[in-house]
């Protein structure tokens, strides 16, 4: 990754920003191959002075991976290896003079150590990024963060060899990158803009006018062949009889082709007749031909079997595997027919043993059925006219059916009850466990990291308008800081429907508003992550208008969204580095570096 010329000298000044470890070395073992022609940190770079014993003895600037001598000096890993890869084992060091052995060189980890924890400004000073950090977090804020560090293309792979700042890439992707992909206007493909030209030469869609100029001007191309050959009227026509000889041919709109079928009958006959006379010469050529190379094809053949007859050995071998093959097949026959006997024995037993397993199924059935039949049948006696046990019974029934009504009215009111406050805990639990999952994911350190499964169905659905909007899980500056969350348009919003992704900052009612204070003031980044090499993230930062109605404090469960409708083009989507495994993250951050704790 480039970064600013201006403030890092003449060497390499490519590479001295460019992600590697070479602001954090107490994390690696092993520094990166660029280092070695690397000179050390500009001191404009450091906000306050730094210290003589952190800077290196032969460039004079402050030590990037630095190494200590048997002497005690200290000097940058690329400045070292440059001073000593020519010299003996023995070395003089160029600032102290004392002697020292090549092998005395060492890590300093207690230098690095100490420079991580120096205050610097960003490497992109001169192009305009204006943050501060500690030395340690250089590189993520260079990878992840500056807006002005420079970096490679999406499709650089692709053969972009643009490098744009970070805070440019969204324009480059959507109206310069010749390797973005655009819609045809015809088809609705999406297509490298590069290619474009050369596509709709051959889009079936593409509307083209007629090649003979007949005044047809808006033609699909999948229909042009068919238009020529059926309609067009200056499509030139030639006579059924042109293969055999007939010269005759007129535009479509004379239709005088009928008339000279008619006229030359005999002519046509005469030229297929003279056709089918050459026709009949060649035919008997080839027969000829066809004949001779039998008759050489067989003595050929005859004269090689006569060569393997005389080597031998070949039929021999034939003869004495055809012998095996019989000696086989008479041993394989009568276990062939064992088996098929096996077969049908085992057939016979299973549809006996399925019979008696059906037939000890049903005997408890037809046993109930019968108690069933016998009850049936004596309710039937005591309910005739005149029975005494009819009387009996009726009276009695009708003291239990009011019985039973009672107890049945009871019970079902209490089941009512019941079921209404089952109702009630279900709704009950079903919203802890929505504010479980909203504490899981919840954080407390301004940053959201938002992850959308299922990319493909949502943003169709977001296409034929079934949900236009997508919520995230909220998040907070702190543990009782400001509370917001994240609302993406995935077919865009206001002047970004239908082109562009649009994304939102929402602030949210909190516990805490009355602490803290208002109206908001962080610094906003919105993000869409690069899931592929984790370098080129699509970014856009906003400071809060304080006099905007989006960053008060809420009266209501969350203000009016505020954001960036034209975030990204949704051609963006179509690379895999964005929407990766039909997932799409958004990170959000909140500058918290100075939010009030309440």
Known sequence: MASSASSLGPLQTDVLFSGHASFSPSISTTPPQSLLETEGIPLETFIDELDQQFRCILCKKGLRWAMQAGCGCRSCYGCQYRFNKDLGE????????????????????????????WKVYCANRARGCREQMLLKMMDKHLQQECDYEVISCMYHSKGCLKRVQRNQLVQHLEKECAFRRQKCGYCGDEIIVNELELHEKECKKFLDTCP??????????????????????????RCFFTPFGCSYKEERRTRKMDSHMSEYQVYHLQIVTEH????????????????????????????????????????????????????????????????????????????????MEIQKSLK???????????????????QKPGSSDSNITGETSVTMTGVTTSALSASSSRLTTMENQMGMHAVR????????????????????????????????????????????????????GY???????????????????SLFFVVMRGDCDALLPWPFRQKVTLMLLDQDTGRRHLSDSF?????????????????????????????????????KDN????????????VVKP
Request: charged share 30%; hydrophobic share 35%; glycine share 6%.
């Open 90 to 117: 023995e070395l003089t060091c160029p600032h102290c003079g004392e002697a020292f052995l090549k092998q005395e060189i060492v890590k300093d980890n207690f230098a690095r150590k100490k420079l991580e924890k």
């Open 212 to 237: 003979n100029k007949c005044g047809e001007e808006l033609i699909h191309k999948e229909k042009m062949q068919e238009h020529i050959t059926k309609t067009c009227p200056l499509e030139v026509i």
């Open 276 to 355: 089918i006379k050459n026709m009949d010469l060649v035919l008997n050529e080839l027969r000829l031909f066809k004949d001779q190379g039998k008759k050489m094809a067989t003595e050929g053949m005859t004269e090689k079997m006569q060569g393997l007859e005389i080597s031998g050995g070949l039929k021999q071998s034939l003869a004495k595997f055809e012998k095996q093959i019989r000696d086989l097949q008479k041993m394989i026959a009568p276990r062939v027919e064992q088996i098929d006997s096996l077969e049908d024995n085992i057939n016979k037993l299973a549809k006996q043993e399925t019979v």
């Open 364 to 382: 408890p059935i037809e046993e109930d059925q019968t108690a069933m039949k016998s009850r049936i049948l004596a309710l039937e006696q005591r």
């Open 429 to 480: 639990i079903a919203e802890h466990d929505l504010r479980f999952q909203v504490l899981e994911t919840a954080s407390h350190d301004g940053t959201l990291l938002w992850k959308i499964k299922d990319f493909a169905r949502r943003k169709r659905d977001a296409d034929i308008g079934k949900t236009l909007s997508l919520y995230s899980q909220p998040f907070y500056t702190s543990r009782y």
């Open 483 to 501: 509370k917001m969350c994240a609302r993406i348009y995935l077919n865009g919003d206001g002047m970004g429907k239908g082109t562009h992704v």
């Open 543 to 579: 400071r809060p208008d304080p006099a905007s109605s989006s960053f008060g404090r809420p009266t209501t469960e969350m203000n009016i969204a505020s954001g960036c409708p034209l975030f990204v083009s949704q051609s963006v989507l179509s690379d895999p580095a964005y929407v």
């Open 583 to 594: 997932v799409m993250f958004i990170k959000v951050i909140v500058d918290v570096s100075d």
